[in-house]
C-alpha cells in the first residue's frame, strides 16, 4: 500500500444485534483507518433474528454524523469485498482465546487468498469481554432487557 492511498478497512459480521462490544471496537478503530466499512455479511449457517435492512438502520443510527463510518452489506467471500471496495485491511475484534484461534485461522486463510489484505484484530476491553451478539440475542428473543449490552443509541424495540 502506498501512503498516498487511502486506509480503508473491513469490519465484518452478522452483527445480529449490533453489541456494545461492536461499537468500541470502530470507535477504537477509527483512528488507525481513513474509512471503516461495517459489512453485513450473508452466514449460510446462522439464521437472521432482525432483518438485513433492521441491522443496517441500527448501525447507522449508532454512526450517525460520523463520514468515515460506513455500512453495507455482502455475500460471498469477505475478502472479495474487500477487493469490491479498495480495502486493505480486515479489522475484527477478539474477546477470548477461543476468539483468537477462530480468528487466526480465518485471517491466514485470508492471507492465502488475497495476500494484499491484512487482518487487524484488537482486543476487547474487559468490560466488553462478556458480551457477544449470540447471548444478546437469546435475551431479546426471551423477553429480557438487553439494553446494557447495545449502543445507547439503540432502542433494541425500533428494529423488530
Known amino acids: 500500500m502506498k501512503n498516498?492511498?487511502?486506509?480503508?478497512a473491513v469490519?465484518?459480521?452478522?452483527?445480529?444485534p449490533f453489541t456494545r462490544g461492536h461499537e468500541s471496537i470502530v470507535n477504537r478503530a477509527l483512528s488507525l483507518f481513513d474509512e471503516i466499512i461495517i459489512a453485513i455479511g450473508a452466514?449460510?449457517?446462522k439464521d437472521g433474528y432482525f432483518t438485513l435492512e433492521?441491522?443496517?438502520r441500527m448501525i447507522r443510527d449508532v454512526f450517525k454524523g460520523i463520514d468515515m463510518v460506513?455500512?453495507?452489506h455482502y455475500e460471498g467471500l469477505t475478502v472479495d469485498f474487500c477487493r469490491k471496495n479498495n480495502a486493505s485491511f480486515l479489522l475484527r475484534g477478539i474477546r477470548t482465546a477461543a476468539d483468537f484461534e477462530y480468528e487466526r485461522a480465518i485471517?491466514?486463510?485470508?492471507?492465502?487468498?488475497?495476500?494484499e489484505i491484512e487482518s487487524v484484530m484488537l482486543l476487547t476491553t474487559p468490560d466488553m469481554t462478556p458480551i457477544?451478539?449470540?447471548?444478546?440475542?437469546?435475551?431479546?428473543?426471551?423477553?429480557?432487557?438487553?439494553?446494557?449490552?447495545v449502543p445507547s443509541s439503540i432502542d433494541i424495540n425500533n428494529y423488530r
Open 4 to 8: 498516498t492511498e487511502k486506509k480503508i
Open 11 to 16: 469490519f465484518p459480521g452478522s452483527f445480529d
Open 43 to 45: 452466514n449460510a449457517l
Open 54 to 56: 433492521n441491522r443496517k
Open 70 to 72: 460506513r455500512v453495507s
Open 107 to 115: 485471517a491466514q486463510l485470508n492471507k492465502a487468498m488475497a495476500p
Open 132 to 149: 457477544n451478539s449470540t447471548i444478546v440475542r437469546d435475551i431479546i428473543r426471551n423477553g429480557g432487557d438487553a439494553s446494557k449490552f
